[in-house]
T-cell receptor, first 112, second 113 residues
Framework: DAKTTQPNSMESNEEEPVHLPCNHSTISGTDYIHWYRQLPSQGPEYVIHGLTSNVNNRMASLAIAEDRKSSTLILHRATLRDAAVYYCILRPFASGTYKYIFGTGTRLKVLA | NAGVTQTPKFQVLKTGQSMTLQCAQDMNHEYMSWYRQDPGMGLRLIHYSVGAGITDQGEVPNGYNVSRSTTEDFPLRLLSAAPSQTSVYFC????????????FGEGSWLTVV
């Protein structure tokens, strides 16, 4: 199973951009890169996903390295409500491989 | 549209007791799974299912049983509760085709004394 590596924690000032890195050097060509976040005392929620190209949605942007061995989740203007644990996981496209491993994620602290 | 519904939300068990955590989804998702999350830790996969009648083990399956008799329901059974199973349990579901966005329940807080 392909694994991801993330820093344990990061800090950001409110209203500033945040770049959350993820390494996935064993990614295969058909693995989607997904990001989820978990607010305190809640279940994880979907943030964004991508395959090869950079992606934007209302919550964040996802920048994927050309070799796909790393990616970066970008929060353009961090707010206090963005304080959460952010998980980067790989979602295999090929059927039959459904062990979605979350790991420990990155705990983002946003400073007022 | 309720999404993923877990019951109970809170439960206290005595060591050796058995219980079932219920999980239901109304999105017609093929894939369902159970995770546990210990304090300050990430999510660990217990069991998962890719469709009715099909289940498989995740990272930490010992002490837990699952079954998938319908598409909607995926109960998690603790056979003989131990203090080490004190945790928060999350049920999740998704379609089996990309992008496979995962939807999580709100969690079940279980304490074994």
């Amino acid at each position: 199973d392909a694994k991801t590596t993330q820093p344990n924690s990061m800090e950001s000032n409110e209203e500033e951009p945040v770049h959350l890195p993820c390494n996935h050097s064993t990614i295969s060509g058909t693995d989607y890169i997904h990001w989820y976040r978990q607010l305190p005392s809640q279940g994880p929620e979907y943030v964004i996903h991508g395959l090869t190209s950079n992606v934007n949605n209302r919550m964040a942007s996802l920048a994927i390295a050309e070799d796909r061995k790393s990616s970066t989740l970008i929060l353009h203007r961090a707010t206090l409500r963005d304080a959460a644990v952010y998980y980067c996981i790989l979602r295999p496209f090929a059927s039959g491989t459904y062990k979605y491993i979350f790991g420990t994620g990155t705990r983002l602290k946003v400073l007022a | 549209n309720a999404g993923v519904t877990q019951t109970p939300k809170f439960q206290v068990l005595k060591t050796g007791q058995s219980m079932t955590l219920q999980c239901a989804q109304d999105m017609n998702h093929e894939y369902m799974s159970w995770y546990r999350q210990d304090p300050g830790m990430g999510l660990r996969l217990i069991h998962y299912s890719v469709g009715a009648g099909i289940t498989d083990q995740g990272e930490v399956p010992n002490g837990y049983n699952v079954s998938r008799s319908t598409t909607e329901d995926f109960p998690l059974r603790l056979l003989s509760a131990a203090p080490s199973q004190t945790s928060v349990y999350f049920c999740a579901s998704s379609y089996s085709i990309p992008p496979n966005t995962i939807y999580f329940g709100e969690g079940s807080w279980l304490t074994v004394v």
